[in-house]
C-alpha cells in the first residue's frame, strides 16, 4: 500500500488551473533598504505594481536588492508610474527597495496549494546564480 505525498515544487498539476489569490495594497519603501513580502505558499505568478514617483528594486532576496555595487545586484527595477509583467514564478518570498528614490508599490499574485516547506531555499549560497 502506498502513501500520499504531499504536493512539492516539481507537481505540474500545481501550475496548470487558476491560482488561489493574495494582495498587498500599496505600501513605501526606503531607497536601497529591502523589503520582504511573505507568500502564504508557493506562487504561480506574480504581478509587482509602482505607482509612486521614484522606480522600485525587485528582486528575491535580501542581498538581491541591496547590493552594492549595483554591478553586482540581482535585481531588476519597475520604473515609476508603471507595472511588471506578469510573471510566471514560483518562489515563497519577494523583495522590494526604493531604486534613487522611496517608491509606492503594491503586489498582486496567484498561489498553488504548495506548502512553503516543500519548496527550495533559494539564495545563493544555496547555489541559484543571479538571485544575490
Known amino acids: 500500500m502506498g502513501q500520499w505525498v504531499s504536493s512539492n515544487h516539481n507537481n505540474a498539476d500545481e501550475y496548470v488551473g487558476s491560482s ?3 494582495t498587498t495594497g500599496s505600501f513605501v519603501t526606503a531607497d536601497a533598504v529591502g523589503t520582504k513580502i511573505n507568500f502564504p505558499y508557493v506562487t504561480r505568478w506574480i504581478q509587482v505594481f509602482n505607482a509612486g514617483a521614484g522606480a522600485v528594486r525587485v528582486g528575491f532576496t535580501k542581498n538581491g536588492v541591496e547590493a552594492n555595487p549595483v554591478s553586482n545586484s540581482n ?3 519597475i520604473p515609476a508610474a508603471e507595472q ?14 526604493g ?3 522611496t517608491p509606492t508599490i503594491s503586489l498582486v499574485a496567484g ?4 506548502p512553503k516547506g516543500r519548496f527550495l531555499n533559494l ?7 543571479g538571485i544575490g
Request: aromatic share 18%.
Open 111 to 114: 498561489y498553488t496549494n504548495i
Open 75 to 77: 535585481y531588476f527595477v
Open 20 to 22: 488561489l489569490p493574495f
Open 123 to 129: 539564495t545563493g549560497s544555496e547555489g541559484f546564480k
Open 84 to 97: 511588471s509583467a506578469r510573471l510566471e514564478i514560483k518562489c515563497t518570498e519577494l523583495w522590494v527597495a
Open 99 to 101: 531604486h534613487g528614490a
